[in-house]
Nanobody, 120 residues
Framework: VQLVESGGGLVQAGGSLRLSCAAS????????MGWYRQAPGKQRELVAA???????NYADSVKGRFTISRDNARNTVYLHMNSLKPEDTAVYYC???????????????WGQGTQVTVSS
């Protein structure tokens, strides 16, 4: 199983970016998918998560600015980021709780991360 992120980059404060993360490989079913971020010298933190049914959860710091969505047919999760601030600068990681076959236990997989840099 692989999770591949794309869409990071450099943007000015107030700008927008859209991150994508596609899961591929031997996948039977996907439960929750989410985005985390880690800034230099800080712990990795949850940014947003979405269940297979579409329920969402956001960190307080991004509520009203970021939107998480998913395309179940494509095993892909997106993070739409608006009104970006310099403090949003971090490496963003996607993760997914999934089963590789009907009898397998639920396991968590991570992407390699994509850098988001917001300049002031």
């Amino acid at each position: 199983v692989q999770l591949v992120e794309s869409g990071g980059g450099l943007v000015q404060a107030g700008g927008s970016l859209r991150l994508s993360c596609a899961a591929s490989g031997s996948i039977f079913s996907i439960n929750a998918m989410g985005w985390y971020r880690q800034a230099p010298g800080k712990q990795r933190e949850l940014v947003a998560a979405i269940t297979s049914g579409g329920s969402t959860n956001y960190a307080d710091s991004v509520k009203g600015r970021f939107t998480i969505s998913r395309d179940n047919a494509r095993n892909t999760v997106y993070l739409h980021m608006n009104s970006l601030k310099p403090e949003d600068t971090a490496v963003y990681y996607c993760n997914s709780d999934l089963r590789t076959d009907w009898a397998a236990r639920l396991s968590t997989y991570w992407g390699q991360g994509t850098q988001v840099t917001v300049s002031s």
